[in-house]
């Protein structure tokens, strides 16, 4: 493990344990993320033992993509309106399915998902770009960098769009023989810059929380 | 040597390509965030001018109260005191005949005089009095009351050729007037009270001066303020402009300015935002 991975380590086990200590003053859309993190952290430390142990652990990225694509699209699903809730609560099964007909047919649970992934991550930004049109419908009288939901849904916007490029790259750089370390720091720096807008999030959410719970949003 | 150069040209496209993903994100975010600082000023400005409108339509709620209950009050004095003290009058003229006391002619003459007293204060209270009689005649009236009591001495001077304002507009302005009338007499221990009303084609202004003993206006706490608060608002709700001006020892003046052109928004009976 490099330093970079040993700070995002650091980045999410540090707000998960803040992030549970404050649990009760949090909404109910950054508690889902607060136990997401948390999940992050246990299941990162588990694969790199396991990963070690056994060269592979493909399996845990199986589990860990159906478990972030279930707990994003519930928080999402409280903070969206109720037409798109009700889309995004209808599709969760079929893509629930989706990832078990990819895990067991078509690629495999000792490779990575990235069929799945990607399929979420364009869910994740269609989320993110409705989260900023909720910010814009319903201001709140405070600064927008004090609002936690501007920081998720920058996270998301951010972790998604360079993810997609991220595995774009990697195909056309593996299919030129070019895949360079690089592109592995690249991907791990995302993964870092994404862990501290989580952060961010989750320590600004007391500011916006009490607001949008008094007008009847996300409860 | 194959290897290096694929390892730049696989850095070369990875620059560019976070270069030009992260200038789209942040061109995004840029245009986000002034979108919605706008859209929150824009909020803000809404939510203050609906906190204006609902404290306008409460001042508004409160003046009319105040009107239907000095009404109510003037008509009982009218109808009720007044006729009680009519009889009182009545019985001291009968003993008066029986009984030749001078004691009896002079409590005769007292409740004439209260009587007289009620009837002119009733019509102070009464705004179809008001109304009917108008802004001018209606504060001659009061200046006639107020030098009877000798206790100041009031002048009225008018200027300009008289033209009659809408009626709501002398409602409220009379009621500005009795308010500072009140506050000169109870608080400044002035010898004189001016009235004057000057009629300009475009403009109306009634202007009050008393010589008391002033007072400085940042010593006029939350509580004994709001007579003052009073007439500015009353003078805002019918498009006036109030100015107070006054200094320990300076007495204290007020000037209300109405524009003409504007009156029409606030004071037309058919209005919305009608007075009354």
Wanted: hydrophobic share 45%.
């Amino acid at each position: 493990m490099n330093i970079i991975q040993n700070i995002y380590l650091a980045v999410i086990f540090s707000t998960a344990l803040i992030g549970f200590l404050r649990f009760k003053k949090h909404s109910l859309v950054f508690r889902l993320l607060i136990i997401l993190l948390a999940i992050t952290f246990v299941t990162e430390v588990i694969g790199r033992y396991v990963g070690i142990r056994r060269h592979n652990s493909m399996p845990f990225d199986h589990f860990y993509a159906v478990v972030e694509y279930v707990i994003l699209t519930l928080m999402y699903s409280k903070i969206l309106q109720n037409s798109v809730r009700k889309v995004i609560i209808t599709l969760m099964p079929f893509m629930c399915a989706f990832a078990l007909y990819n895990t067991l047919y078509l690629q495999g649970i000792n490779s990575f998902p990235s069929n799945f992934v990607l399929i979420c991550e364009l869910f994740y930004m269609c989320y993110a770009f409705l989260g900023f049109k909720k910010i814009l419908l319903h201001p709140l009288p405070i600064p927008l960098h004090q609002q936690g939901l501007f920081w998720l849904n920058l996270a998301q916007i951010i972790f998604s769009t360079t993810l997609f490029i991220y595995f774009g790259l990697m195909n056309y750089l593996n299919s030129h023989h070019s895949f360079g370390s690089s592109l592995v720091i690249f991907v791990q720096a995302i993964n870092l810059i994404y862990a501290l807008l989580l952060s961010t999030a989750i320590l600004n959410d007391a500011n916006s929380a009490k607001y949008l719970e008094l007008n009847g949003q996300y409860k | 040597m194959a290897n290096t150069n694929n390892e730049y040209v696989e850095l070369y496209i990875l620059i560019f390509s976070s270069v030009a993903l992260f200038a789209c994100l942040v061109g995004f975010i840029v245009y986000f965030v002034v979108l919605y600082q706008n859209k929150q000023l824009k909020n803000k400005q809404e939510q203050a001018d609906l906190e204006a409108n609902f404290r306008q339509e409460m001042l508004k709620a409160q003046i009319e109260v105040q009107e239907q209950t000095l009404t109510h009050i003037s008509r009982e004095i009218h109808d009720n005191i007044t006729q009680v003290l009519s009889f009182v009058k009545l019985n001291l003229a009968m003993l008066g005949r029986q009984n030749a006391i001078p004691e009896i002619a002079e409590n005769r003459d007292l409740v004439t005089q209260v009587i007289n007293d009620l009837r002119a204060l009733s019509k102070s209270l009464n705004f179809d009095y008001i109304l009917k009689n108008g802004l001018k005649q209606t504060i001659e009236t009061e200046v006639e009351r107020i030098n009877k009591s000798k206790i100041i001495t009031a002048t009225l001077s008018v200027e300009g050729e008289r033209y009659a304002l809408p009626e709501q507009s002398e409602l409220v302005l009379f009621r500005i007037f009795q308010e500072a009338l009140n506050n000169t007499l109870k608080y400044s221990g002035a010898q004189h009270f001016n009235i004057g009303l000057q009629y300009h084609p475009e403009m109306f202004n009634l202007s009050l001066y008393d010589d008391g003993c002033g007072f400085s206006p940042l010593e006029i706490g939350k509580n004994s303020g709001l007579g003052l608060k009073n007439m500015e608002t009353r003078a805002a709700l019918i498009g006036a402009k109030a100015a107070i001006d006054s200094a320990p020892g300076k007495g204290c003046s007020i000037k209300i300015a109405l524009k003409l052109a504007e009156k029409k928004l606030h004071t037309d009976g058919r209005h919305q935002d009608r007075v009354g």
